[in-house]
């Protein structure tokens, strides 16, 4: 008999089936880590438990099905509700932060006060931006990174529909106008990018040129591009 003709054994099973109860649970609006335990409670202290996977495997399946759930939206008409974050306190006081900070149609900018003050006084930061993950028609995401207590932190995101010089100037134009009414100073040491002169001319204006820098990586990239061109 073949391998996959085989009957799995009941244990396996039933943990396979405690893993699509969690699921169901993230469809119901229970959160990914929350319904993950509701699945592993079906199979704690039984057989079954080993054939549960940790959460740290687990995860990315939660996550996907918490995606899925997410109603479709396109920039310049995000739901009012997903512009800020929505938590209870100790006091158990709902609170909501303002993380949606501009939104039309060639841009969505995301950052929290907290987190522009984070910019503003990190010794280190980063930006660059992902296509694989981009949600279309955007072009690219844009990340801010910055280096918070020896680890790297995501500080600011932006949903871009182009990689202009000038699209790159209103995401500066938000923090310098944020940080004015904040009464933030920036303290940072220096800023890292890849070398699109339209993202470093941009940022420039944020901090001055003397504070922003190349990419070790991206400068290898670049060379090693180069090389396989010139044979």
Not at 42 to 55: D, G, L, N, R, W
Not at 114 to 143: C, H, M, N, Y
């Amino acid at each position: 008999m073949c391998q996959a003709c085989k009957a799995m054994p009941k244990p396996e099973h039933e943990a396979k089936q405690a893993i699509r109860h969690g699921l169901d649970q993230v469809s119901n609006g229970i959160k990914p880590k929350q319904s993950w335990n509701l699945g592993y409670q079906q199979v704690q202290s039984t057989p079954a438990e080993i054939y549960f996977p940790p959460y740290f495997y687990a995860k990315h399946g939660f996550h996907r099905r918490k995606r899925a759930c997410y109603p479709h939206m396109e920039l310049g008409s995000i739901l009012e509700e997903y512009h800020y974050f929505h938590f209870v306190n100790e006091k158990n006081e709902k609170i909501k932060i303002p993380w949606c900070r501009l939104d039309d149609k060639k841009l969505a900018i995301f950052c929290t006060d907290l987190q522009l003050k984070w910019i503003a006084e990190s010794e280190v930061l980063t930006g660059d931006a992902t296509f694989s993950t981009r949600p279309l028609p955007s072009s690219q995401v844009f990340f801010m990174h910055g280096l918070i207590n020896g680890e790297w932190v995501t500080l600011l995101t932006a949903v871009m529909t182009s990689k202009t010089e000038r699209d790159y100037d209103r995401i500066v134009d938000f923090i310098k106008e944020r940080w004015n009414e904040l009464n933030l100073t920036p303290k940072f040491d220096r800023m890292h990018f890849d070398y699109k002169q339209g993202l470093q001319n941009a940022f420039k204006k944020l901090c001055g040129p003397e504070k922003v820098r190349g990419c070790l990586f991206h400068y290898a990239q670049a060379i090693i591009q180069k090389m396989g061109e010139l044979g």
